[in-house]
């Protein structure tokens, strides 16, 4: 199956993480996390979302409101999916059919091979990180999760296409 990477919508999610004054601030290890236990229950506040998260959002995917813990003064955020077509938030307890998971939503939106985006959505990625993988991708778009995984600053390897 060909792929056509979309860069514009991946150069957007990796500029909005970037964005330390937007509405949302770049945490690579959550979809999408209440950082701010004031937040209120209808919005978010100070939260942070992964690349995928970043995609979603700009293509279009509703993020699921917080919630808090009846007795406690905790918050979390539900499940996120979305419905394939729409990106509307599929709540708790609603009926899943075609709906997928945000990072699923976000893959297909980006138009990447699934091992590409289980390298560009690992948790650990830095923006540097990411920024490199996206440029690698320019160059070599059917790079695989091996060729993107080297490209990690903490990465000793270097990808089949390059030398070094």
């Not at 290890?29 to 506040?45: D, H, I, K, R, Y």
């Not at 406690?72 to 998971?101: C, K, M, S, Y």
Request: with cysteine.
């Amino acid at each position: 199956m060909t792929m056509t990477i979309n860069f514009d919508l991946l150069d957007a999610a990796i500029e909005d993480a970037a964005n330390e004054d937007g509405d949302f601030l770049h945490h690579q290890g959550e979809w999408a996390t209440v950082m701010n236990p004031q937040a209120g229950s209808a919005e978010l506040c100070e939260t942070g979302l992964c690349l995928a998260g970043f995609a979603a959002v700009r293509a279009g995917a509703t993020v699921p409101k917080p919630r808090r813990y009846p007795s406690e003064n905790f918050w979390w955020i539900p499940r996120w999916w979305v419905e394939e077509e729409t990106g509307q938030t599929v709540t708790d307890g609603e009926d899943l059919d075609g709906a997928v998971h945000v990072s699923e939503f976000a893959r297909r939106r980006l138009g990447l091979r699934e091992w590409q985006s289980k390298a560009l959505f690992k948790s650990s990625n830095t923006l540097d990180d990411l920024r490199a993988m996206r440029d690698h991708l320019r160059e070599h778009p059917d790079a695989n999760y091996t060729d993107l995984i080297t490209l990690r600053a903490d990465s000793d390897y270097c990808c089949d296409y390059c030398s070094n």
